[in-house]
């Protein structure tokens, strides 16, 4: 490992372990995320939230902030939407990176997320094969992308 500014990077890939705030009401869902990282042998570090108003807690410890947010559109309390309305009208807030993890394919759904500043809308394939080759790629471009510090 390779330490700079605080950001371990692994010698043969020059990619940054990630910190990862997955918000996710589905526990199948959130033990399929473990399984894929464990299965594709990265260490990112995985928060767990499950819904949004435990997601914005969790944001409020400035000093712990994850570098990339997955987001299920889908759950209780507050939807996804309203959750990126009210992260996006942040000022420290609004630079994290938040990627839709979703089943939804509705056109007005992806259309209002890119609207309120999205970096991503992946669709969760239904084959658990597919869904690790689709987390594969999202990690893989997360950890070479250079990321602004909230």
Do not use: Q
Not at 9 to 21: G, S
Not at 87 to 112: F, G, M, Q, V
């Amino acid at each position: 490992m390779i330490f700079n500014n605080g950001i371990s990077y692994t010698e043969e890939t020059m990619t940054k372990n990630l910190k990862v705030l997955l918000i996710e009401d589905d526990m199948i869902e959130v033990m399929k995320m473990n399984r894929t990282l464990k299965s594709l042998d990265l260490s990112h570090e995985i928060i767990e939230a499950s819904n949004g108003e435990e997601a914005l807690r969790i944001l409020e410890e400035k000093e712990h902030l994850p570098d990339i947010i997955l987001l299920d559109l889908n759950m209780p309390k507050i939807s996804g939407i309203e959750f990126l309305k009210i992260l996006k009208a942040d000022e420290h807030l609004k630079y994290i990176p938040t990627i839709i993890l979703t089943t939804s394919s509705n056109h007005k759904d992806l259309r209002t997320c890119y609207e309120i500043g999205i970096s991503g809308y992946v669709l969760k394939p239904l084959k658990y094969e597919d869904y690790v080759s689709r987390m594969a790629k999202v990690f893989d471009y997360w950890s070479i992308t250079e990321l602004i510090k909230a």
